[in-house]
């Protein structure tokens, strides 16, 4: 049975910081390869911020395009829920500083930390809210700014991740072709200790020992986590499809969470869906954790690669380890 929710993404907009990090800039810091990172991984290039640019700022430029795009006000946003893991700091919540530089002062907002199946976390709770009517319109957005994190004496995680936000716009479904058709959201607590950022929360506050210890980084057992990627992209889209009586052929699109360009190519090859129909930018933008499946739908969008009626699964597997999977007809 499907978990229908009555609501609709009915607009996309990204930011990202203008600079530019190629693989060749890595091998200056540390030993790595161009060839390494692109055979290993699929990721040539990622965007980085300047100093002072925080989850914030880039946030609040993906809701700016939004806005602009689907011609809302700012007033008229009821909720703003930001999914990310590198919130300005520990509280307020990055959904605060947003709804304060966007103007939307009707809104109420939190942030939510799922890691890389934040979006998709983040557009399952903000659905409940349009698919009610409580809430007309719902900002949903992934902002992240992993560089802020990343030891750059790690090579074997550095190289991994970029910086950018997405922000999607949640309305009410007209009827039961459109929107979200189905979803399954779940986590396995028991691989938390495989990649999660060890200082700083309230059980290593930070101190100097702390910090001289590395501890304010992401910490990662690479193989570990793909391991598990690699199975619950593949088990959770493919159940999604199975579920609703679809298969891969059904598909119009798959925008995956762009992690690693091999853990994307095994769901691909379970699903049987050609490489025309999946979403791929993980070479320019790496990794970018909440933000990487708003960046893909932008870019279905501008592309003509995703049109209102196709059929869309968007798919992630994070920190945590949370999973994220949602099967929709896209509405705009
Ligand atoms: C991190 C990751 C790319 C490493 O790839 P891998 O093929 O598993 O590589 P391994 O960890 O087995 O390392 C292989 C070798 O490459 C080396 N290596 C690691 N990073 C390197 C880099 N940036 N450049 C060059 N060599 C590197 C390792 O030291 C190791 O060398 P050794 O064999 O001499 O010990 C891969 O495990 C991965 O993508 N994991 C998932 C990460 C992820 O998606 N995280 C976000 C979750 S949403």
Redesign the pocket.
């Known amino acids: 049975m499907g978990r229908r929710l009555a609501a609709k993404i009915t607009g996309v907009a990204c930011h990202v910081p203008p600079r530019v990090m190629t693989n060749a800039d890595l091998e200056k810091i ?4 161009d060839a ?2 692109r055979e ?2 699929g990721i040539m290039e990622r965007h980085v911020v300047d100093q002072g640019v925080a989850a914030s700022h880039l946030a609040a430029e993906a809701a700016k395009k939004l806005l602009a795009q689907t011609h809302t006000a700012p007033e008229e946003i009821d909720l703003i829920i930001v999914a990310t893991v590198t919130p300005d700091m520990m509280f307020p919540a990055t959904a605060c500083l947003v709804q304060d530089r966007i103007g939307a002062r009707r809104a109420w907002g939190f942030d939510l930390s799922a ?2 199946s934040g979006f998709v976390y983040a557009v399952t709770v903000g659905a409940q809210f349009a698919a009610a009517g409580t809430h007309k319109k719902v900002m949903v957005i992934g902002s992240d700014v992993m560089t802020s994190i990343l030891d750059y004496q790690d ?2 995680t550095c ?2 991740f970029g910086d950018g936000a997405g922000a999607a716009l949640l309305e009410q479904a007209g009827s039961d072709s459109e929107g979200i058709l189905d979803f399954h959201n779940d986590v396995d607590g028991s691989g938390g200790c495989n ?1 999660y950022m060890p200082g700083g929360g309230s059980l290593h506050p930070p101190t100097h020992e702390t910090v001289d210890a590395r501890m304010h980084y992401v910490h ?1 057992e ?2 570990q ?2 391991k598990y ?1 690699v199975r619950r992209m593949a088990d959770v889209a493919a159940g999604l499809l199975e579920r609703n009586g679809f298969t891969g052929k059904d598909l119009s699109l798959v925008v995956p ?1 762009q ?2 360009l091999r ?1 994307i190519r095994a769901m691909q090859q379970r699903l049987g869906v050609e490489d025309a129909k999946v979403l791929i930018n993980i070479d320019r933008y790496g ?1 970018t954790t909440a933000a990487t499946i708003p960046l893909g739908l932008q870019e279905a969008v501008e592309q003509g690669r995703l049109r209102r009626g196709d059929l869309l699964m968007i798919v992630a ?3 945590g380890f949370t999973t994220g999977g949602m099967l929709m007809r896209w509405a705009y």
């Open positions: 540390v030993e790595t390869s390494w990172i290993r991984t890691a890389c090579r074997a190289v991994l990649l990662q690479g193989q986590v793909f990627a969470h992690a690693n853990i990794n597997v994070g920190a």
